[in-house]
């Protein structure tokens, strides 16, 4: 695919949305006949990092704010005490809540990049895809176009040989036929058993 083409065809589908191709079941189907070329499989594999990188994600915020929320219920449980350990507990619990914070902060901005991330690489897998498809796709027209070429060519010469064999057939009948009458059916009979035994 050419430089062009490539821009030709991402401007065609810069606002299609286009699920992660790994995703469908049959994606996957057309390379069934046979293994997956490696840029493909290069491209796949970076679709698929990032899925998992924004799933592990997503669990992890989802863990941290559990997290806060369970220290955030300590530090309401304990506002009332006074003693020292409840104290340093507490502000243990602030320091934890603001790490907590800060490290929501950040997945949430990498959760922000992600998707993008995630269409570009799906993007150039599915302009690779269709690059692999189209020429498999002009293969096999060219490799059909050579057998019909070929079952044309044994159709004309299975009717030539049709002919010539009811053209055998006929003559070995009309063969026989004049030997009958010629020589007789016992002599006949004598060269058929003859032959029969050869």
């Not at 602030?94 to 998707?115: F, H």
Request: net charge negative.
């Amino acid at each position: 695919m050419t430089g062009e083409e490539r821009d030709r065809y991402l401007a065609y589908i810069k606002e299609k949305k286009i699920a992660p191709l790994p995703l469908e079941h049959k994606w996957h189907k057309l390379f069934s006949m046979g293994e997956k070329p490696a840029n493909i499989a290069e491209l796949e594999v970076a679709v698929n990092d990032c899925i998992k990188r924004e799933g592990s994600l997503r669990t992890d915020i989802k863990d941290l704010k559990k997290l806060k929320k369970k220290l955030m219920d300590g530090i309401m449980n304990n506002i009332h005490e006074t003693s020292n350990a409840s104290s340093k507990k507490m502000r243990e619990s602030e320091r934890l809540i603001r790490e907590i914070n800060e490290k929501i902060e950040d997945y949430e901005n990498q959760l922000l990049d992600l998707p993008q991330e995630r269409k570009k690489a799906n993007t150039a897998l599915l302009l690779e895809t269709m690059a692999y498809c189209y020429r498999e796709m002009h293969d096999n027209a060219e490799e059909i176009e050579r057998i019909s070429q070929w079952i044309a060519q044994m159709r004309v010469e299975l009717k030539k040989n049709v002919l010539r064999k009811q053209d055998k057939e006929i003559r070995n009948k009309m063969m026989y036929s004049y030997m009958h009458d010629i020589f007789g059916p016992d002599v006949i009979e004598i060269f058929d058993l003859e032959e029969e035994q050869k």
